[in-house]
């Protein structure tokens, strides 16, 4: 696949967990869904100049939700890729340190 790497990370997952990780070097971000590991290691190391270790994926299904306006209507959250990604010990990237 050839893109953009900022097309391939949409953005970082900021949770408590993805923070905890975030202090043994992994970290999470939401993916595009056709985005390979090899995509995703070239993405992360280009846009941080970091080295990556280990890529994990997963495919997360969106959510069925309520709607609102009429009575007994049901949504559904869009599904998500994300992606957990292991750099080289010593090495962080910035945008998850407080």
């Known amino acids: 696949m050839n893109r953009e ?3 391939i990370i949409i953005r970082p997952v900021i949770s408590e ?3 905890a990780e975030a202090e043994r070097g992994k970290y999470t971000f939401v993916v595009a869904a ?3 590991k090899p995509d995703i290691r070239r993405a ?3 846009i941080w100049g970091v080295h990556v270790r280990d890529v994990n994926t997963i495919k997360r299904r969106g959510k069925s ?3 609102r306006g009429r ?3 049901f949504g559904k959250r869009p599904d998500q890729r994300r992606a957990i990604v292991t750099l080289a010990p010593g090495e962080s990237i910035a945008i998850f340190e407080s």
Do not use: I, P
């Open 17 to 19: 967990k993805s923070y």
């Open 71 to 73: 009575w007994g209507e």
């Open 34 to 36: 056709k985005a390979t």
């Open 44 to 46: 992360v190391e280009e």
């Open 65 to 67: 939700v309520r709607m």
């Open 5 to 7: 790497a900022r097309d």
